[in-house]
């Protein structure tokens, strides 16, 4: 018999000691309950959460109408905003208690209709009427008034058609609204709460692989091993990347299944973009893990450095452009800013490359860059 090649045996043992990690990471994975909670249970949860609990719709606005005068045409006006699902319209004797309730909270706008209401009607210069809005919160306080004028030219409108007259406007406004027709928050809002969630999975579990093992002491038993830097961290990232794609196909599944939310981009886009942002929070994970070599301090790190950062300014809740700019400069530090627009994009646009293209290859980057950090700071030896 001919004598295996050293390089054929060497690399034999590199796979050896590659399974021997691989299977002593995945053991450790399944007699842990947490890292099975954070991967599976906590994306069920989050997105249980922000899909049925949290909606920057404003719907069922309670308004209170003052009616100077009492005609036909304000009991009509008066009674398209109860067949509306954006208000609930109450009735006041005066202006006074409209105050008052919008002073108290009780309502959130307070439309007056004047004496003259029915007469001025037809005049070039439209009837006069008084809204007034609570302002605290300015969201709410922007959608109430823009619902209030899109009921008042509806209005106008069946009003018009009901007389058999043309209603003169100087202006015919045609709304078309792409990629949200229905313009739900929850279409945006659980797309971009999947790259949360696998900042979560990614960062957060990564972060605390290594540091436990300096803490058990077995950090040391390894270090006296062949094992070699690199057999080391694919050991470690191998296992959490499986568990974070699994949390992905989760994430998306019960927000196409369970939410609604259209899907018009592409399965493979999508899974590819998800793996490189996955590596990239891999490698800030294990970066955080390495460094510290405390659980502790390494949780804590994980949560100040990576999920703060991808929750306010990865463009999931908060627009970027609406932002200093000096903040906004910040925010192409932060892998989970590409994630989130490459995330919107395939589920509200579809494959628009101009926008995928260059958010993967930033990803890519970032990965490259952590990865390779981390494999720099690991050394083979006691410090």
Not at 128 to 137: A, E
Not at 298 to 313: C, K, N, S
Request: glycine share 6%; charged share 15%; proline share 6%.
């Amino acid at each position: 018999m001919s004598p295996v090649p050293p390089k054929t045996r060497s690399s034999g043992s590199r796979r050896m000691r590659l399974r021997g990690l691989l299977r002593k990471e995945a053991l450790q994975i399944l007699r842990d309950p947490s890292s099975i909670a954070i991967a599976f249970v906590m994306p069920l949860i989050l997105l249980l959460l922000f899909g049925y609990g949290i909606s920057l719709d404003a719907k069922r606005i309670p308004v209170d109408f003052v009616v100077e005068n009492p005609t036909a045409e304000t009991a009509s006006f008066e009674a398209s905003f109860g067949n509306s699902p954006y208000f609930i319209p109450h009735r006041v004797p005066d202006r006074q208690t409209a105050e008052d309730d919008l002073v108290a909270g009780r309502a959130s706008a307070v439309i007056v209709l004047r004496s003259d209401f029915s007469r001025r009607l037809h005049d070039p210069r439209g009837a006069p009427i008084q809204l007034l809005v609570n302002g605290t919160d300015a969201n709410t306080a922007r959608l109430a008034t823009g619902y209030v004028d899109g009921a008042w030219q509806a209005w106008l409108t069946q009003l018009a058609r009901d007389r058999g007259v043309d209603l003169v406007a100087p202006v015919t406004i045609e709304q078309r609204i792409w990629f949200n027709a229905a313009v739900r928050s929850r279409n945006f809002l659980v797309p971009g709460l999947i790259a949360i969630i696998m900042t979560l999975i990614g960062a957060l579990l990564t972060a605390l692989v290594i540091a436990r093992e300096w803490e058990r002491g077995t950090m040391e038993a390894l270090l006296v091993t062949p094992v070699s830097t690199t057999e080391l961290l694919l050991g470690k990232l191998i296992p959490y990347f499986v568990l974070g794609m699994g949390g992905m196909i989760l994430s998306v599944a019960m927000a196409i299944l369970l939410f609604d939310v259209p899907f018009r981009g592409s399965f493979p886009v999508l899974t590819i973009a998800s793996a490189l942002f996955l590596l990239a929070a891999l490698g800030m994970g294990l970066l955080i893990s390495t460094i510290s070599k405390n659980q502790f301090v390494a949780g804590q790190i994980a949560i100040i450095v990576t999920f703060l950062p991808a929750f306010i300014l990865s463009g999931f809740l908060f627009d970027i452009q609406s932002m200093p700019p000096i903040v906004q400069w910040i925010t192409h530090v932060i892998a989970a800013r590409y994630f989130v627009a490459i995330l919107q994009t395939s589920f509200l646009a579809g494959n628009v490359w101009s926008i995928i293209l260059p958010n993967a290859v930033a990803l890519a980057v970032m990965a490259s860059f952590f990865l390779g950090l981390t494999k720099h700071k690991t050394l083979k030896r006691l410090e």
